[in-house]
């Protein structure tokens, strides 16, 4: 894997090109080892490249937008699927060789038999995978070559030089990622939960793919490849042995005319047996360090790594001025007013504090995390949002630093205003998010008459200072 050095630092579609080119060339240079034939890791090594490759184009979807489209993706996932059945045999093989010792005689030799007809099977989907691969690939290669390398780019006269950075795009994606992965391990309850449990495996696997090439450059992030392989190779491992216990059993069938009578009962039962309790061994490990809730430090390390890549990059400016208010403005005869429940709390950190948060609007509720840096008028925010669940288990480390009040939203003059009533307290705040830091926002005449100072930067008004 040849990673670009200083990919993070790079605006989000230099460097999302510079990865799609650096795992391209990675497929390039295995192709060309599987056309010389010389190589027997040259077909792993192509897989691996390709599957890179179609991770990253579809992470950063956005940034490579004009360069690669959905015919690109499309074409990449099929080369890609098609090594699959090349790759389910080599594992298939592997696990059979390993285990002939500890067969009895009968079904050792039925083994060896299957082991043939596996071997034959392998060879003939290795040569389909090499014709596609011939087929497809080279012409793939030079169209995304040659888009990813020339490209353009519209830009806004009147934002920021630069653009967003590779980091702050990598952030969201790890935060999105890893939010998947919790949803995924959340739905395997028992090991009988194959696909949910595949599901995981796959959304693992993006997430490792995603951060792989950037892990020189994060702190941190070498621990997370490593967790996410182990956890990979133990789903993986349980995945494959149900496919290979399907084959058995596909084999141990007998035929459609066979005589009931002259059918072996026996079969693959020491195979079967064998994979069983290699499958229950699989689960026991992801159930021990991932299943109910065991996976809290991991995802809590991830949104660190997040933070990180978003503090390097450019992250979510949070610009705004806040208003200490005599008391609830006449907002009734407003238009447009939207009306939100909050029920806010702050998680203590040594140097970060993290905010989870629940907002209700109509029926409608939401769950959100919420990291804030800085002071004053501009700040550095990363949200996501989370589901109930995890709020539910976060929730109580609250305990002493938290927030309720109604918050109500009101467009004027271009802004939007949110006064916020808080509901354990006799106190009226109002903000206004501002595009920059000396964008002027004349307040309306409805609020004008109940502002008592602008309380921006002032330590008393932020919400974490007044949690209790």
């Given at each position: 894997m040849s990673t670009p050095a200083g990919v993070l630092d790079l605006s989000a579609e230099r460097g999302a090109r510079r990865l799609a080119l650096a795992f391209l060339d990675d497929a390039e240079a295995a192709h060309q080892r599987l056309e010389r034939g010389a190589d027997d890791e040259a077909l792993h090594d192509f897989r691996v490249a390709i599957r890179r490759l179609r991770s990253t184009v579809r992470a950063y979807r956005e940034a490579l937008e004009g360069s690669v489209g959905g015919g690109d993706r499309r074409r990449l996932s099929e080369l890609a699927d098609a090594t699959g059945a090349a790759r389910d045999l080599e594992v298939q093989i592997a696990w059979l060789r390993k285990r002939l010792d500890d067969l009895p005689e009968g079904e050792r030799e039925r083994a060896w038999t299957l082991l043939s007809t596996l071997r034959g099977e392998l060879a003939k989907a290795e040569e389909r995978l090499r014709r596609q691969v011939a087929k497809d690939f080279p012409r793939e290669r030079w169209r995304l070559a040659r888009r990813l390398r020339f490209y353009q780019v519209r830009m806004d006269v009147e934002a920021p030089p630069g653009g967003t950075r590779l980091a702050s795009a990598f952030a969201r994606l790890a935060l999105d990622h890893a939010a998947d992965l919790e949803r995924r391990l959340a739905r395997v309850r028992s090991i009988d939960d194959q696909e949910e449990a595949h599901r995981a495996r796959i959304a693992a696997k993006r997430l490792r793919y995603l951060v792989e090439p950037v892990q020189a450059e994060l702190e941190g992030a070498p621990e997370l490849i490593r967790r996410l392989k182990k956890l990979q190779d133990a789903l993986g491992e349980m995945h494959d042995a149900d496919v290979l216990l399907a084959r058995l059993a596909q084999e141990d069938a007998p035929p459609p005319d066979a005589d009931a009578d002259a059918v072996d009962g026996a079969g693959f039962a020491t195979l079967r047996r064998l994979l069983e309790d290699e499958r229950h061994a699989r689960f026991a490990a992801v159930e021990a360090d991932w299943l109910q809730g065991r996976a809290q430090g991991f995802f809590a390390a991830v949104r660190g790594v997040a933070r990180a890549a978003a503090m390097r990059g450019e992250p979510d400016q949070e610009i705004e001025r806040k208003y200490l208010l005599k008391r609830m403005p006449a907002i009734r005869s407003l238009e447009g007013v939207e009306l939100l429940e909050i029920d806010q709390g702050y998680i203590p950190g040594e140097r970060l504090a993290e905010r989870v948060r629940r907002t209700r609007r109509?029926?409608?509720?939401?769950?959100?995390?919420?990291?804030?840096?800085?002071?004053?008028?501009?700040?550095?925010?990363?949200?996501?949002?989370?589901?109930?669940?995890?709020?539910?288990?976060?929730?109580?480390?609250?305990?002493?630093?938290?927030?309720?009040?109604?918050?109500?939203?009101?467009?004027?003059?271009?802004?939007?205003?949110?006064?916020?009533?808080?509901?354990?307290?006799?106190?009226?705040?109002?903000?206004?998010?501002?595009?920059?830091?000396?964008?002027?926002?004349?307040?309306?005449?409805?609020?004008?008459?109940e502002i008592v100072r602008d309380v921006t930067g002032e330590d008393e008004y932020t919400n974490i200072n007044l949690a209790k």
């Amino acid at each position: 894997m040849s990673t670009p050095a200083g990919v993070l630092d790079l605006s989000a579609e230099r460097g999302a090109r510079r990865l799609a080119l650096a795992f391209l060339d990675d497929a390039e240079a295995a192709h060309q080892r599987l056309e010389r034939g010389a190589d027997d890791e040259a077909l792993h090594d192509f897989r691996v490249a390709i599957r890179r490759l179609r991770s990253t184009v579809r992470a950063y979807r956005e940034a490579l937008e004009g360069s690669v489209g959905g015919g690109d993706r499309r074409r990449l996932s099929e080369l890609a699927d098609a090594t699959g059945a090349a790759r389910d045999l080599e594992v298939q093989i592997a696990w059979l060789r390993k285990r002939l010792d500890d067969l009895p005689e009968g079904e050792r030799e039925r083994a060896w038999t299957l082991l043939s007809t596996l071997r034959g099977e392998l060879a003939k989907a290795e040569e389909r995978l090499r014709r596609q691969v011939a087929k497809d690939f080279p012409r793939e290669r030079w169209r995304l070559a040659r888009r990813l390398r020339f490209y353009q780019v519209r830009m806004d006269v009147e934002a920021p030089p630069g653009g967003t950075r590779l980091a702050s795009a990598f952030a969201r994606l790890a935060l999105d990622h890893a939010a998947d992965l919790e949803r995924r391990l959340a739905r395997v309850r028992s090991i009988d939960d194959q696909e949910e449990a595949h599901r995981a495996r796959i959304a693992a696997k993006r997430l490792r793919y995603l951060v792989e090439p950037v892990q020189a450059e994060l702190e941190g992030a070498p621990e997370l490849i490593r967790r996410l392989k182990k956890l990979q190779d133990a789903l993986g491992e349980m995945h494959d042995a149900d496919v290979l216990l399907a084959r058995l059993a596909q084999e141990d069938a007998p035929p459609p005319d066979a005589d009931a009578d002259a059918v072996d009962g026996a079969g693959f039962a020491t195979l079967r047996r064998l994979l069983e309790d290699e499958r229950h061994a699989r689960f026991a490990a992801v159930e021990a360090d991932w299943l109910q809730g065991r996976a809290q430090g991991f995802f809590a390390a991830v949104r660190g790594v997040a933070r990180a890549a978003a503090m390097r990059g450019e992250p979510d400016q949070e610009i705004e001025r806040k208003y200490l208010l005599k008391r609830m403005p006449a907002i009734r005869s407003l238009e447009g007013v939207e009306l939100l429940e909050i029920d806010q709390g702050y998680i203590p950190g040594e140097r970060l504090a993290e905010r989870v948060r629940r907002t209700r609007r109509g029926g409608e509720v939401k769950y959100y995390r919420t990291v804030k840096l800085g002071k004053g008028i501009s700040r550095t925010e990363l949200e996501e949002e989370t589901t109930e669940r995890i709020f539910r288990r976060l929730w109580p480390l609250t305990k002493g630093k938290r927030v309720r009040k109604q918050r109500f939203k009101i467009k004027d003059g271009g802004f939007t205003w949110e006064v916020d009533r808080f509901r354990d307290r006799r106190l009226v705040l109002c903000e206004v998010e501002l595009p920059t830091e000396d964008t002027h926002a004349e307040p309306p005449r409805w609020l004008r008459r109940e502002i008592v100072r602008d309380v921006t930067g002032e330590d008393e008004y932020t919400n974490i200072n007044l949690a209790k």
